[in-house]
């Protein structure tokens, strides 16, 4: 029985190719593939190895769609029964009326409900090979008021959110600003134009950091300095 064994640091860099550990007792999850007893990366990424399960985070790629996953997005088309939204991805997503907490009789402006341009926040109800089916159902999945949109790579979303919501409560805290982030790599900030503009340089900080150790208090002095001389 081959012995189980890690092959790598914690937050190692990795490539494609690269074994990360081996033996049957490791669960394989994203960015890894097993190969007989190995689980080897299929991506160049950040190694994360939690419990026994095995993963490795890409930095950089676009953002592959899940079931379960709370998105942003924005309207860019609709018909009679459905909202097309832009989330990022190769195909654009789709919003049934059939999946809004209210009843919408077919035929009815749709526009109404969810302009073209808006932004909102859904969950992702189903996968297939060419469609990605959205739902509004549920507590916080809305339309957004406006706000300051910021773009970051989905890879980075955890580190932006941090540990049970550390990092992003950290910028709450310090900007006074309401932030949503999409899994998807959209994020929603509202609040005071000059912080949601620093709200905003922080997260690109943040994206552009997030393979250091010890960043939650580099961002916080990070933010400290953005607010040198002002009152907060």
Known sequence: MTEEITLVKPKEIVIPGQEIAQGMGFIPSGGVYREGDKIISNVIGISTV???????????????????????????????????????????????????????????????????????????????????????KGPGLRKLPTSKMVRINPSKVPRVIGKEGSMISLIKDKTKCRIMVGQNGFASIQGEPLDEIKAAEAIKYIEANSHKEGLTEEVSKYLDSLYKGEKK
Not at 78 to 84: D, E, G, K
Not at 88 to 93: L, Q
């Open 50 to 136: 939690n419990g026994r399960v095995v993963r490795v985070i890409p930095l950089s790629g676009k953002y592959l769609p899940k079931s379960g996953d709370t998105v942003i997005g924005k309207v860019i088309d609709m018909n009679i029964a459905n909202w097309f939204i832009d989330i990022g991805c190769a195909n654009d997503a789709a919003l049934n009326i059939r999946e809004t907490p209210e009843f919408i009789e077919l035929g009815t402006d749709l526009s109404q409900f969810f302009n073209f341009g808006e932004y909102l926040v859904a969950k992702i109800a189903k996968v297939t090979r060419n469609t990605i089916d959205l739902s509004v």
